[in-house]
């Protein structure tokens, strides 16, 4: 064979290799360890649901309808993770227009094993299934956290149809505002950032930082658990006959459950098992031991007692709190909106509450809604480098740009406004629909009875 043939000949295999192998960077990799953390966080988030949130509410209520929340819980949890694969991540989280996505990948299509998403690192991907099935966790949460504002009153066709009509036309919407975006990798300079800017969501657009769900998840949950109870109307009794939990050793359960669950809803968050995700954990842990105590000593020295009860909720209004400002607080900051949203919250589910007049079953809005509203206030400040925070990244300049607090702050007040108008129309509308069809609350004689025997044909006791 020519000589020059033959050198050509040995290096072709590496040439074809080469080439294979440019190829193969071409298409975007995930890393194998952020995608295990990813599916365990996804397994996390249904840990918090149920059990999580079903047993923290079940004990709550009176023994009479602790089957009917379980059941509530658990099968919203079903419809959504359905409804979630035929329209709800297509509506979220793809491009349509500043409110809406659009239903290009309706019934998963288009979703391979080999489709990826961007996370927030430039050039770092995740499987699209693994993305998708995580937020389909956030998705079902999020409606089953409504239930505890009506608990012990409405009929359970008419809880699924609510939950039908809300998750449509307000989370879907909000999740779109606040969380479509293309990916770090279009920022390349500034007028690809303004176009890349101009695609995505609303409240996005508006620089409101959000990095759990403070606005899409736990202010939008409140405020339609708030205009539930107001439109249901009070519970048979309430105010004159005893309506205390029926076991708070279960809702402690619940309540840890919910904790737990909750590092791989907001560690989780950050898409990506680096750095930024143990600070995020930190975060978690240090803002929700702090709340805990901060309600504790306020019941103490308000009451003369500090309750398990107390100490539960007080660790979830902890949790809703740094949820938005988990991945840019410091741990610092992080304690500091714990304890702030801990004593705030003990006053919003006793003072408030009573001078208000409403009956808030499980007290949604006052531990979800207030403490959200904090958190997604409050994150504007524990963001600050100046208070211990890690400021905004700039994906153009590649770095920490500078802050301002009172700018960002601007950006989170368009965040709050938009989520409590538009979960708080939709709502309204959602329940006059619902009652108008079905009716919204069962008989005096059912609710006197117990949900449990008369709506789902079971008891949870049996003497």
């Not at 020059?4 to 990799?29: F, H």
């Not at 901060?294 to 007080?314: K, N, V």
């Not at 304890?339 to 003072?351: D, N």
């Not at 958190?375 to 890690?390: E, K």
Request: hydrophobic share 55%; proline share 3%; with cysteine.
């Amino acid at each position: 064979m020519n000589p020059p043939l033959r050198r050509l000949s040995a290096i072709l295999p590496l040439l074809l290799y080469a080439g294979a192998s440019v190829a193969e960077q071409a298409t975007p990799v995930p890393n194998k360890g952020d995608t295990s953390w990813m599916i365990v966080a996804t397994v996390l988030v249904i840990l918090m649901t149920i059990p999580g949130l079903a047993l923290f509410y079940a004990g709550m209520v009176r023994a009479k309808n602790i089957l009917s929340v379980l059941m509530q819980v658990f099968m919203t949890f079903c419809m959504i993770a359905v409804l979630w694969a035929l329209y709800g991540y297509s509506i979220a989280f793809t491009e349509g227009n500043a409110f809406f996505g659009s239903l290009d990948k309706a019934f998963l299509g288009g979703i391979t094993v080999d489709s990826v998403v961007a996370t927030f690192s430039k050039g770092v991907y995740l499987p699209e299934y693994v993305y998708a099935m995580f937020q389909l966790t956030f998705a079902a949460i999020t409606p089953a956290l409504i239930i505890g504002a009506f608990a012990e009153r409405m009929k359970f066709s008419a809880v699924l149809l609510f939950i039908l009509l809300w998750f449509t036309f307000s989370y879907l919407p909000i999740a779109h505002m606040v969380w479509y975006w293309t990916g770090p990798d279009a920022y390349t300079d500034a007028d690809s950032a303004a176009k890349a800017g101009a695609t995505a969501g609303f409240i996005f657009q508006k620089g409101a930082l959000d990095f759990a769900g403070g606005t899409v998840v736990h202010i939008n949950a409140g405020i339609a658990g708030l205009i539930g109870c107001l439109l249901v109307g009070k519970r048979v009794g309430f105010g004159e006959e005893s309506m205390a939990p029926h076991n708070v050793p279960m809702t402690m359960i619940g309540a840890a459950l919910l904790w737990v669950g909750w590092f791989g809803f907001n560690v989780g968050s950050n898409l990506e098992a680096n750095g930024a995700a143990g600070l995020v954990f930190a975060n978690t842990l240090l803002a929700t031991a702090a709340a805990a105590l901060a309600w504790m000593l306020t019941e103490w020295f308000a009451r003369g007692t500090p309750s398990m009860l107390g100490g539960a909720s007080g660790a979830v209004a902890g949790l809703v709190a740094i949820t938005p400002a988990c991945g840019w607080a410091g741990p610092m900051g992080a304690m500091a909106l714990g304890l702030v949203a801990g004593a705030v919250c003990f006053w919003a589910v006793t003072e408030f509450k009573n001078a208000m007049g409403y009956d808030d079953s499980l007290d949604v809005f006052g531990v979800h809604g207030i403490s959200g509203i904090l958190g997604s206030i409050g994150t504007a400040i524990v963001a600050s480098p100046a208070l211990g925070g890690t400021g905004v990244y700039d994906y153009v300049s590649n770095g920490f740009g500078e802050y301002s607090i009172f700018t960002q702050l601007q950006s989170q007040l368009w965040g709050v406004a938009v989520t409590v108008v538009w979960s708080g129309v939709v709502a309204f509308i959602a329940y006059k629909l619902v009652d108008m069809l079905i009716g919204l609350r069962v008989s005096e004689e059912t609710e006197r009875e117990g949900l449990d025997i008369n709506e789902h044909g079971e008891i949870a006791y049996h003497n």
